[in-house]
């Protein structure tokens, strides 16, 4: 069973700042591409950020130049990093990892895994 665990979501003013933490555990044979999304009211879900095994990054342009995502691969762990927070960023943040369950005559096989997700609020 592999789980992905947020936190660090919370109220926040405008213009503040916030880091979230996504932390992988289980029966984890690799990872991949970790990433955030994030689900406003009434609307779809959508990407913040990816990061790659190897440290690439993308980032919607909505939060470019203000959120950075970052990883630490010994602890299976990836963060975001938000800045200069807006109304428009609250939502809910979700954690994201694509993960190599087994590897099968040379294929490999792999899930996506998504966290339960973190409430973001920015209000004054």
């Known amino acids: 069973q592999v789980q992905l665990v947020e936190s660090g979501g919370e109220l926040v003013q405008p213009g503040g700042s916030l880091r979230l933490s996504c932390a992988a555990s289980?029966?984890?044979?690799?990872?991949?591409?970790m990433g955030w999304y994030r689900q406003a009211p009434g609307k779809q879900r959508a990407l913040v950020a990816i990061?790659?095994?190897?440290?690439?990054?993308t980032y919607a342009d909505s939060v470019k130049g203000r959120f950075t995502i970052s990883r630490d691969n010994a602890k299976n762990t990836v963060y975001l990093q938000m800045n200069s927070l807006k109304p428009e960023d609250t939502a809910v943040y979700y954690c994201t990892a694509n993960m190599m369950d087994r590897m099968d005559s040379g294929i490999a096989y792999n899930t996506d895994y998504w966290g339960q997700g973190t409430q973001v609020t920015v209000s004054s």
């Open positions: 289980g029966s984890i044979f690799r990872i991949n591409d």
């Open positions: 990061i790659t095994s190897g440290g690439s990054t």
